[in-house]
């Protein structure tokens, strides 16, 4: 059987460039693994593809749905799986780029199916929650109900903690518990597990720095004030939470200077390349590669063509 290829590591670190390398050398189709290229008019400060990029090498998962739309990691597999399943009846390999680690995690070990609805009285009940303590003050409430979830999911992220609050008033158990009970059968196919590490975290950083204000240069400030004429956008959505949206929507709204914005974005983009970094570390069954080495295309084919699951 043919295998699936995750390409993993933090942001910045060439993910996409090594996976248009293998496009030109083998038969191969990109499946964008990305939270954040989902989204349509969200170009810039996501670092999309160009379209030169994707004439070359057409991604799959990218531009699939509105800013005010809510994607979840159950609706990111079955596309996945899908995109996965055509590539192999056409006799090609899917490349899984990205740094979405909760997306490549649900992949791998499946999802949770059935999970409870809540009530609209608590669903009700947590938005006021959300409107009253802010963020902060949710997250503090799950850590006291369900310390086990609160372990194990983005705090920062107020949707993941309402559903998992949602879950508990719901049901009196961990969703995590649940998780683990009703997790989907786990896929068929082979995988192959690269991660991309910079070998220096200094230029690492570096490379965050540059590409950010290379994105203000690129009018990232504009597109977001388009954004912003859509009635339908706020603050909250996942969407506007990406790094450097909220930054930017936070300046628009009169909360920091621009100077300030171009700090808080970038130190946000390490922090996200720093979570990304802790996540892989932790990550079974992995082949690891300096991203910063000129060869590194080089050393991954001579990886992937000893690989018995790889086409010869």
Not at 11 to 29: F, N, Q
Not at 130 to 159: H, K, W
Not at 220 to 235: D, G, M, S
């Amino acid at each position: 059987m043919l295998p699936v290829v995750f390409i993993m590591g933090p942001t910045a670190s060439g993910k996409t460039g090594l996976a248009m390398d293998l496009v030109a050398r083998y038969p191969c189709d990109i499946i964008s693994v990305d939270s954040a290229l989902i989204y349509r008019g969200m170009d810039i400060g996501t670092a999309k593809p160009t379209a030169a990029e994707l004439a070359a090498a057409p991604h799959q998962l990218i531009d699939i749905v509105e800013p005010e739309d809510v994607w979840s990691a159950a609706a990111f597999c079955a596309a996945a799986t899908a995109h996965i399943e055509h590539s192999h009846q056409n006799g090609r390999i899917p490349l899984l780029v990205g740094g979405t680690m909760m997306y490549f995690k649900a992949l791998l070990d499946g999802m949770a199916t059935g999970l409870p609805e809540a009530t609209p009285e608590v669903r009700a009940t947590l938005n006021t929650h959300l409107d009253t303590q802010g963020p902060e003050g949710l997250a503090d409430y799950l850590l006291t109900l369900d310390p086990l979830c609160a372990d194990r999911i983005d705090l920062n992220n107020p949707q993941r903690v309402i559903r998992a609050l949602e879950v508990f008033l719901t049901t009196g158990r961990s969703i995590t518990a649940l998780w683990d009970e009703q997790k989907a059968p786990i896929h068929p196919w082979p995988i192959i597990q690269i991660a991309l590490n910079p070998g220096d975290r200094a230029q690492l950083h570096q490379r965050i720095e540059q590409r950010f204000r290379k994105m203000i240069a690129d009018g990232f400030e504009q597109e977001v004030v388009r954004l912003r004429e859509n009635p339908r956008l706020h603050a909250d959505l996942p969407a506007i939470r990406s790094v450097g949206y909220r930054q930017m929507w936070d300046y628009l709204d009169g909360t920091y200077t621009y100077e300030a914005m171009i700090e808080r974005g970038i130190i946000a983009t390490r922090q996200l390349a720093k979570k990304q970094l802790t996540w892989l570390r932790r990550w079974p069954d992995i082949q690891w590669f300096d991203s910063m080495d000129p060869q590194l295309t080089e050393q991954v084919c001579q990886f992937l063509i000893k690989n018995e699951n790889w086409v010869q």
